[in-house]
């Protein structure tokens, strides 16, 4: 049967939040009129998440289930269900509610009138602290203003693209994804939606500032070479500093000044460009280390359990 919409949902330890979701999307794509699956994949969840999704599929034939092996992230578990989805359109949604099902319809919308990728834009979020909104905020125009791919601001991972655009999406393979950036590099035909983001149905983030941060290091790396001219940067900015400080050094000596006699001149100086070679190398290192993940060629994920009809 030919599926027009594949909605897919990555669950780590979303017990809770499992039913409503699943009644919300169901009253959603079931509305539309049109042909539809639900990919949930489980990321590994510890709280029974696994087991409520095998019981909504054995009654519910348009839920497929893509259970992993361990907890491999939830930019893998996207990937996944990009492997897996069959329609023409593919959604990506979270199982938390934040983004409201009831969305979708107007992201179809925008792909009827022939954008191939609708992302959506957070125009309110509710529920969330202000150190949250404010590092979300820093995070978006950071990412925006120094990644080779102008990645829109204020938007996550809801989204609805085109198959073509998936298919070329399932042909990236890199270990250290950011499929929102991944979305924007492709190009196509692209437009934003705004709403209101909700707070959090039940449980806890998943994303807690660690996690961000790893995002945010990951897009960064994955997507510019900034952080590589900003060690560069600083190689030359110290070698000026030294440049233009040892003719000041020798004229205050030669004059007689005791400005810059002792260890403790001497030690800063070491330390300074210490600093400077060791965050220069750790750079380095976050780039090298990821040139090593690749080499490894291990696949992205493992799957316990997924659909046997894949086409």
Known sequence: MKITYSVIAPIYNEI???PELYRRVKEVMDSNGESWEFILVDDGSTDGSMDAILELAAKDKTVRPVIFARNFGHQVAITAGW???RGDAVVIIDADLQDPPEVILDLAKKWKEGYEVVYA????REGESWFKLWTASLFYRLIYRITDVKIPVDTGDFRLM???VVN???QMKERHRFPRGMSAWVGFKQIGVTYKR???HAGVTKYPFKKMFRLAINAITGFSYFPLQVATFFGFFSAGVSILAIPVVAILRLAGSHFFEGQATTLISVLFLGGVQLISLGIL???VGRLYDEAKGRPLYIVREAPEDNK
């Open 168 to 170: 070329v999406l399932k």
């Open 83 to 85: 492997d897996y989805a």
């Open 121 to 124: 834009v957070r125009g309110e």
């Open 198 to 200: 909700a707070a959090r």
């Open 162 to 164: 085109d198959r073509r």
């Open 16 to 18: 809770d939040n499992l």
């Open 285 to 287: 290192g976050e780039y």
